[in-house]
């Protein structure tokens, strides 16, 4: 278990403003940490709990709208949320489009700026926890064995043993045995929290294993 | 006191009046030709009645006999310039009936001077005395008529005809509305004057010369067409004028437009700053144990932040401030510094490297600080668009001071792509432009500027590609 710090990334090329925005989310208890530049940011190793990211759009060098996308193609799930001096359509269009969580004009006010953080952590951790627990029954998909994937994937359309054993051509006995195997790995009671578990998993029923 | 005398001076007198009158015309305009032609046509004018008076008072045939002589050559030269005036008026007249009324009366001259006699009478008979019905003597002269002087006679012809011909291939175009006041002139000329001297050299009718009197309205008609021409002329380069102030303020406005962008941008920044920090404080500071040391740096933050917006409208005002009568004379240096300091944030947002080289102790140029901050602005906007638009790698600009030929000169100089040839000097014509959203006003009322200073705006590409902008202004010595 390893503890999980949220974090705000300020990232403005402006110190002025760098350190205000770093002030006020500090009155709230909110950690932060600052970058100066894109590439300040692109430098500091990846943070791999809560947080967002608070992002300059009009820098030198790499701007705002270059970072999204970079972050966007490496697959970075932070959430960015926008700052701008002055209300620029195009680019905020542009920066909404490919998945900014929000867009907020300087000077901003401290309410419009909280609300937007929190709303981005929030956001952050669900898609977090989402990804655990995807990750968790991934695991346990992993240690099934390929047999006992192939019961698995008839399970959960709903097939009786009987019909398993048919399927497969082994006998009911064996595949009984699978099953309680595949049960007890997944860590699931019944066939409708093995269904469910899938689900999460991206796996529906009807799906074949790629092997 | 006689009346043919009162008549035939105040005739005289009026055609040099309106000769005067396009004299002063064609001062004002050298390069319309139909001015000096009008002016040959109305002084040959005022000559006529002249002779016409001696002609009438001359009882001896010898003198009369040399004074048609001159009569026939300034009624020559009168109706040659009427045709070539009006065809420079009217040019829908066929220009080869102006070339054969003109042969016709060099050989109608060539007669009158060379063979016995003038063109009029070969030789002169006698002179008779006649009486007007007013009861004044004056003199005609009968005698052999010259076999030549059918030349003249079909100009008399001719003349209307020519008139008329080019004033109906003019009807579509609006030349004749305007003009018709000449070719009627002309015709009623020709209808009065012609027969007349027909006759009185045919013996058939017997009255004093009077051409002149018909002259004078065809003259009077050329003087009052070209006169109103000048004024409506006039007129239009006064509407130009206001035209032109017009757009020079719309650019200026324009370019305002972009200056408040910039500055909008500029202020935003610390005022972002200062909300956030104040904000910020007021959090601590509701705090149960506030931390006095963290209020402090955010207070001296909002101080210089504060500063720092102070700073940016100071540089904005002295750059903008009015010309008074002390900034006539400008230190180019600080001109400039001011300008790229407004600028530095702007450019280095993109990327982009101003430098300034300056010569030492450069003249002091002529000129309004105001003005030459405008075209220094204008010309690196410009110039940072275009390292933009072109995505070049190297991106800077380069202001370079120095002293040239009794002035100072400025140059503006990018790492762009530079101008195209076809381009460069069409450049500064009002609406060409390389830009995609660009009226293509900008230089066109940078050069004005500049020339009204009494300098040069001029345009080269550099060797290494990028475009090279020159201001030339010349040194004050005040």
């Excluded at chain 2, 002016?39 to 002609?55: K, Q, T």
Aim: aromatic share 6%; with cysteine; glycine share 6%.
């Amino acid at each position: 278990m390893h503890t999980v710090t949220e974090t705000v990334f300020i990232i403005d090329d402006d110190h002025s403003v760098r350190s205000s925005l770093s002030r006020l989310l500090r009155s709230e208890g909110i950690r932060n940490e600052c970058f100066e530049s894109a590439q300040a940011y692109e430098d500091r190793e990846l943070h791999n709990g809560v947080g967002c990211i608070l992002l300059d759009i009009n820098m030198p060098g790499i701007s705002g709208i270059e970072l999204q996308a970079r972050l966007l193609e490496r697959g970075h799930d932070l959430p960015v949320v926008f700052l701008t001096g002055y209300g620029d359509v195009s680019s905020s269009v542009t920066a909404l489009k490919r998945g900014a969580l929000d867009y907020l004009t300087k000077p901003v006010d401290e309410a419009d700026l909280l609300r937007a953080v929190r709303h981005a952590l929030e956001f952050h951790r669900l898609v977090l926890a989402k990804t655990r627990v995807r990750d968790a029954i991934q695991a346990r998909i992993d240690a099934l064995t390929p047999r006992e994937r192939e019961v698995m994937l008839l399970l959960i359309t709903g097939m009786p043993n009987k019909l398993v054993a048919d399927r497969l051509q082994i006998a009911i006995k064996t595949a009984k045995v699978h099953r309680a195997h595949v049960m007890q790995k997944m860590a699931v009671r019944s066939v409708a929290e093995l269904v469910h578990a899938c689900h999460l998993a991206g796996i529906e029923p009807g799906a074949e294993f790629d092997r | 006191m006689s009346l043919l005398v009162t008549i035939w001076s105040m005739i005289a007198a009026a055609c040099g009046m309106l000769g005067l009158t396009q004299a002063f015309l064609w001062w004002h305009n050298r390069k319309r030709m139909e001015y000096p032609i009008s002016m040959v046509m109305a002084f040959s004018a005022m000559a006529i009645p002249l002779l016409e008076m001696n002609v009438a008072f001359s009882a001896d045939a010898a003198h009369h006999g040399q004074l048609m002589l001159w009569m026939n050559l300034t009624v020559a030269t009168v109706l040659v310039s009427i045709v070539w005036a009006l065809r420079m008026i009217l040019p829908t007249a066929r220009r080869w009936a102006a070339a054969l009324i003109t042969a016709l009366w060099i050989v109608g001259i060539c007669v009158n001077f060379l063979l016995p006699g003038n063109l009029t009478f070969s030789e002169i008979l006698a002179v008779e005395p006649h009486m007007t019905r007013w009861g004044e003597q004056y003199f005609i002269a009968t005698g052999t008529i010259n076999p030549w002087k059918w030349t003249a006679d079909l100009t008399v012809l001719l003349i209307p005809l020519y008139a008329i011909d080019g004033a109906w291939r003019a009807r579509k175009i609006n030349h004749f509305r305007q003009n018709r006041a000449i070719v009627w002139g002309i015709v009623l000329f020709v209808l009065i004057s012609g027969p007349q001297a027909i006759l009185l050299d045919m013996g058939l009718h017997q009255t004093p010369y009077a051409i002149s009197l018909a002259f004078f309205f065809v003259i009077l008609s050329f003087t009052w067409v070209l006169a109103q021409e000048a004024v409506r002329a006039g007129k239009l380069d006064e509407q130009i004028a206001r035209t032109r102030r017009e757009t020079e303020r719309v650019i200026r406005l324009n370019m305002m437009g972009e200056v408040a962008a910039t500055l909008a941008h500029e202020i935003n920044q610390p005022l972002s700053a200062i909300l956030g920090n104040a904000q910020a404080a007021e959090k601590f500071l509701a705090r149960q144990d506030p931390d006095l040391d963290e209020i402090r740096e955010i207070l001296a933050d909002i101080v210089r932040d504060d500063k720092r917006a102070r700073d940016i409208i100071t540089n904005l005002r002295r750059m903008l401030r009015e010309d008074s009568s002390e900034d006539q004379m400008a230190d180019l240096e600080s001109v400039t510094h001011e300008v790229l300091d407004f600028m530095e944030h702007q450019l280095a947002q993109n990327d982009i490297s101003a430098q300034l080289h300056a010569e030492k102790n450069l003249p002091p140029v002529c000129g309004g600080r105001v003005a030459i901050q405008q075209v220094l602005l204008n010309l690196i906007l410009n110039a940072e668009h275009a390292i933009i638009e072109a995505d070049a790698a190297q991106r800077v600009i380069e202001v370079r001071l120095s002293e040239k030929e009794g002035g100072s000169e400025i140059q503006v100089c990018d790492s762009g792509p530079g101008i195209a040839e076809e381009v460069r000097e069409k450049l500064f014509e009002p609406f060409v432009t390389t830009k995609k959203r660009s009226l293509g006003m900008g230089l066109t009322v940078c050069r004005q500027i500049i020339e009204n200073q009494g300098g040069r705006l001029t345009l080269k590409n550099q060797q290494s590609g990028g475009a090279c902008f020159q201001v030339w202004l010349p040194a004050c010595t005040l």
